[in-house]
C-alpha cells in the first residue's frame, strides 16, 4: 500500500478490510496429503476441499463479498417482470460505462454466446489480443477464428514490460489488410489478460486500436471480466493516466469500446455476467438470444440477489483501495519468490501468482507434465491447491500426438480480499522448500486419459517412488509440522 509507510521500513501490503465472517480450514498432514492427491490421480481439480487448505485453483466466483453487498442481497426484488433489482444493476452499468444497453446473462461465457452467435459466421476472422479458453470455442464453435495478436513482449515469461496485454497494432493491420475488414467479426480486447498471467494493456493502447477500428469500420469488444485489476494496472503504470480517479480511468476505456461484456464472477465480485451496448440495432440483434439461453430480460439466469451483490460490487470496484488488494498481495508474493530466485511470470500481473515450472523442474520433460508434477507436489508440500496451465491443459492432436505448450506454469489464484499476509507467506515458504528440494520432484504418467478437457477429470500416476521420498525428506526438514 502506497500510502501507508511502515516506520520499521518494511514494504508489505495492509488490508483495508476486517474481516467479519470466517470460514474454518484444515491442514491435513503431509502423510494424508500424499494419500488425497493420490486418491486424486495427481489433479488438484479433482481434490476434496476438506483435504485443501490454501485453495488458489481460481480466481472465478471465490471472491469475498464486502458487507455492502450482502446487505444488498436482502433487498433483491423477486419478480420476473419489472424486477427494481434489474434496474438498479442496469442504471449502475449505465453510470460506469456510459453505454445505454444492458443484457444480463447467467456468467462470461454465456455472453460470449450470445456474441458469437450473433457477430461470427463462417469464415469469420477475430483479432483479440490474446483469447480466453471459452471465448475461443464460442468462436470457433461458430465458424470463425482466433487470431492472436499480442504484442511479442507480452510471451516473454521474465519481463519489466508494465503493459504485457497490449495488442501489436502493426499485426492488427496486417491482419485487416490479409483478411479484408468484411472478413473480420469484431476487435476483441480483454483486460487483465488471463492466460498470459493477468497482464493488462494500456490506456494508449486501446485508443490506438480504436483508431485503427475506425479506419475500417470496425466493432471494438471489450472483455471486462479482469477489468478491476487492469484498471489498477493503468493508474499505477501509465503515466498519463495517474492523475485520473478509477471511476475517469473506466469511462475513458468503455468510451473507445461498443461494446463491453464481463464475467461478474471476476468483476464485480458475485456470481453472474452481462453484455453492455451502444447500439440499439446491435442490442436489438442480441436481444433475442437473452430469453432462448438465459433466461428472461430481467434476471438472465442470475439469482436476483446476485445482480444486487453485483451491483453493489461495480461500485465497490471503483474504489481503488478495495481494487488494489488482490494485485498487491500478488506483487508481494512475486517479489518474494523472486528474492528466492523461485522462476515466475514478471511482472506480477492480476489474478495470481504464474510459477515457471519450465524452469522450476527443468529436469522433467515436457512427455511428463512438469506444471502437473509441480502443482501435485506443492499440494503435498503444503495443501496448497494450484492449477496446472502447460501440456497436460492442452489437447492431443488427433494422430495421438502430444501437443507441448509455449509455456508449463502452476498458477497460484488469489482469490480477491480472501487471504491474510500469513498465509500468503506460507505459501512462499512451501514453495521455498520444495524449490530446494526440487531435483525430487519427478514427473507424472496418465492413467485415465479423457478425449477432450483432459485436465479436468484425467488421473496421473507419478512415474517413479518421488513422491514417498518427497514426504520423507519433508519429515526429516520439517518434523511433526503439519
Ligand atoms: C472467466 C473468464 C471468462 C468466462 O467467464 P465465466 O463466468 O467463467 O463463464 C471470460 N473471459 C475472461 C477473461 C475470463 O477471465
Given at each position: 500500500?502506497?500510502?501507508?509507510?511502515f516506520?520499521?521500513?518494511?514494504?508489505?501490503?495492509?488490508?483495508?478490510?476486517k474481516?467479519?465472517?470466517?470460514?474454518?480450514?484444515?491442514?491435513?498432514?503431509?502423510?494424508?496429503?500424499?494419500a488425497?492427491?493420490?486418491?486424486?490421480?495427481?489433479?488438484?481439480f479433482?481434490?476434496?476441499?476438506?483435504?485443501?487448505?490454501?485453495?488458489m485453483?481460481?480466481?472465478?466466483?471465490?471472491?469475498?463479498?464486502?458487507?455492502?453487498?450482502?446487505?444488498?442481497?436482502?433487498?433483491?426484488?423477486?419478480?420476473?417482470?419489472?424486477?427494481?433489482?434489474?434496474t438498479?444493476?442496469?442504471s449502475?452499468?449505465?453510470?460506469?460505462?456510459?453505454?445505454?444497453?444492458?443484457?444480463?446473462?447467467?456468467?462470461?461465457r454465456?455472453?460470449e454466446?450470445?456474441?458469437?452467435?450473433?457477430?461470427?459466421?463462417?469464415?469469420?476472422?477475430?483479432?483479440?489480443?490474446?483469447?480466453?479458453?471459452?471465448?475461443?470455442?464460442?468462436?470457433?464453435?461458430?465458424?470463425?477464428t482466433?487470431?492472436?495478436?499480442?504484442?511479442?513482449?507480452?510471451?516473454e515469461?521474465?519481463?519489466?514490460h508494465?503493459?504485457?496485454?497490449?495488442?501489436?497494432?502493426?499485426?492488427?493491420?496486417?491482419?485487416i489488410g490479409?483478411?479484408?475488414?468484411?472478413?473480420?467479426?469484431?476487435?476483441?480486447?480483454?483486460?487483465?489478460?488471463?492466460?498470459?498471467g493477468?497482464?493488462?494493456?494500456?490506456?494508449?493502447?486501446?485508443?490506438?486500436?480504436?483508431?485503427?477500428?475506425?479506419?475500417?469500420?470496425?466493432?471494438?469488444?471489450?472483455?471486462?471480466?479482469?477489468l478491476?485489476?487492469?484498471?489498477?494496472?493503468?493508474?499505477?503504470?501509465?503515466?498519463?493516466?495517474?492523475?485520473?480517479?478509477?471511476?475517469?480511468?473506466?469511462r475513458?476505456?468503455?468510451d473507445?469500446?461498443?461494446?463491453?461484456y464481463?464475467?461478474?464472477?471476476?468483476?464485480?465480485?458475485?456470481?453472474?455476467?452481462?453484455?453492455?451496448?451502444?447500439?440499439?440495432?446491435?442490442?436489438?440483434?442480441?436481444?433475442?438470444?437473452?430469453?432462448?439461453?438465459?433466461?428472461?430480460?430481467?434476471?438472465?439466469?442470475?439469482?436476483?440477489?446476485?445482480?444486487?451483490?453485483?451491483?453493489v460490487?461495480?461500485?465497490?470496484?471503483?474504489?481503488?483501495?478495495?481494487?488494489?488488494?488482490?494485485?498487491?498481495?500478488?506483487?508481494?508474493?512475486?517479489?518474494?519468490?523472486?528474492?528466492?530466485?523461485?522462476?515466475?511470470?514478471?511482472?506480477?500481473?492480476?489474478?495470481?501468482?504464474?510459477?515457471?515450472?519450465?524452469?522450476?523442474?527443468?529436469?522433467?520433460?515436457?512427455?511428463?507434465?512438469?506444471?502437473?508434477?509441480?502443482?501435485?507436489?506443492?499440494?503435498?508440500?503444503?495443501?496448497?491447491?494450484?492449477?496446472?496451465?502447460?501440456?497436460?491443459?492442452?489437447?492431443?492432436?488427433?494422430?495421438?500426438?502430444?501437443?507441448?505448450?509455449?509455456?508449463?506454469?502452476?498458477?497460484?489464484?488469489?482469490?480477491?480480499?480472501?487471504?491474510?499476509?500469513?498465509?500468503?507467506?506460507y505459501?512462499?515458504?512451501?514453495?521455498e522448500?520444495?524449490?530446494?528440494?526440487?531435483?525430487?520432484?519427478?514427473?507424472?504418467?496418465?492413467?485415465?486419459?479423457?478425449?477432450?478437457?483432459?485436465?479436468?477429470?484425467?488421473r496421473?500416476?507419478?512415474?517413479?517412488?518421488?513422491q514417498?521420498?518427497?514426504?520423507?525428506?519433508?519429515?526429516?526438514?520439517?518434523?511433526?509440522?503439519?
Amino acid at each position: 500500500m502506497a500510502e501507508v509507510k511502515f516506520f520499521g521500513g518494511e514494504s508489505i501490503p495492509l488490508e483495508m478490510h476486517k474481516v467479519r465472517i470466517v470460514q474454518k480450514l484444515a491442514l491435513p498432514p503431509v502423510e494424508r496429503r500424499l494419500a488425497a492427491i493420490t486418491e486424486a490421480g495427481n489433479n488438484t481439480f479433482l481434490l476434496r476441499n476438506s483435504d485443501v487448505f490454501m485453495d488458489m485453483l481460481t480466481d472465478s466466483g471465490v471472491n469475498a463479498m464486502s458487507d455492502q453487498q450482502q446487505a444488498a442481497m436482502l433487498v433483491a426484488d423477486d419478480s420476473y417482470a419489472g424486477s427494481a433489482t434489474y434496474t438498479r444493476l442496469e442504471s449502475k452499468l449505465q453510470e460506469i460505462f456510459g453505454t445505454p444497453y444492458f443484457l444480463p446473462a447467467h456468467q462470461g461465457r454465456a455472453c460470449e454466446n450470445i456474441l458469437s452467435q450473433v457477430l461470427v459466421s463462417k469464415g469469420s476472422v477475430v483479432p483479440m489480443n490474446y483469447h480466453f479458453t471459452t471465448t475461443k470455442a464460442h468462436i470457433t464453435l461458430n465458424g470463425g477464428t482466433v487470431e492472436e495478436l499480442v504484442a511479442d513482449t507480452g510471451l516473454e515469461v521474465v519481463s519489466v514490460h508494465p503493459f504485457k496485454g497490449n495488442m501489436d497494432t502493426g499485426k492488427l493491420r496486417d491482419v485487416i489488410g490479409l483478411h479484408g475488414a468484411d472478413k473480420i467479426a469484431f476487435v476483441r480486447m480483454e483486460a487483465g489478460t488471463n492466460l498470459i498471467g493477468g497482464q493488462p494493456f494500456s490506456l494508449q493502447n486501446l485508443v490506438d486500436i480504436r483508431k485503427i477500428c475506425d479506419e475500417h469500420g470496425l466493432l471494438l469488444v471489450l472483455d471486462a471480466s479482469l477489468l478491476a485489476d487492469n484498471l489498477h494496472f493503468i493508474k499505477q503504470r501509465e503515466a498519463d493516466c495517474r492523475a485520473l480517479g478509477i471511476r475517469e480511468i473506466t469511462r475513458r476505456i468503455a468510451d473507445q469500446c461498443d461494446i463491453i461484456y464481463f464475467s461478474a464472477r471476476k468483476l464485480g465480485c458475485a456470481r453472474g455476467g452481462g453484455i453492455c451496448i451502444r447500439s440499439e440495432e446491435l442490442y436489438r440483434r442480441m436481444r433475442g438470444l437473452v430469453p432462448l439461453y438465459e433466461g428472461f430480460l430481467t434476471y438472465g439466469g442470475m439469482s436476483v440477489r446476485e445482480m444486487e451483490a453485483l451491483t453493489v460490487g461495480l461500485e465497490e470496484t471503483m474504489d481503488e483501495e478495495v481494487i488494489n488488494q488482490g494485485p498487491q498481495f500478488i506483487a508481494y508474493m512475486v517479489d518474494e519468490l523472486q528474492k528466492r530466485d523461485i522462476p515466475v511470470i514478471t511482472p506480477a500481473g492480476g489474478l495470481g501468482c504464474h510459477v515457471n515450472a519450465m524452469k522450476f523442474v527443468d529436469h522433467i520433460p515436457q512427455a511428463e507434465y512438469p506444471a502437473g508434477a509441480l502443482a501435485s507436489a506443492l499440494y503435498i508440500a503444503g495443501g496448497i491447491r494450484g492449477m496446472e496451465r502447460g501440456t497436460l491443459s492442452e489437447q492431443r492432436e488427433p494422430d495421438g500426438r502430444e501437443i507441448f505448450a509455449n509455456m508449463e506454469l502452476v498458477r497460484l489464484a488469489m482469490p480477491r480480499r480472501v487471504f491474510t499476509l500469513s498465509q500468503v507467506k506460507y505459501a512462499i515458504d512451501r514453495l521455498e522448500w520444495l524449490y530446494a528440494n526440487r531435483r525430487l520432484i519427478g514427473g507424472l504418467a496418465f492413467t485415465e486419459e479423457p478425449e477432450i478437457l483432459r485436465f479436468f477429470y484425467g488421473r496421473l500416476k507419478p512415474v517413479s517412488d518421488w513422491q514417498e521420498k518427497l514426504v520423507a525428506k519433508f519429515r526429516a526438514d520439517l518434523g511433526n509440522s503439519l
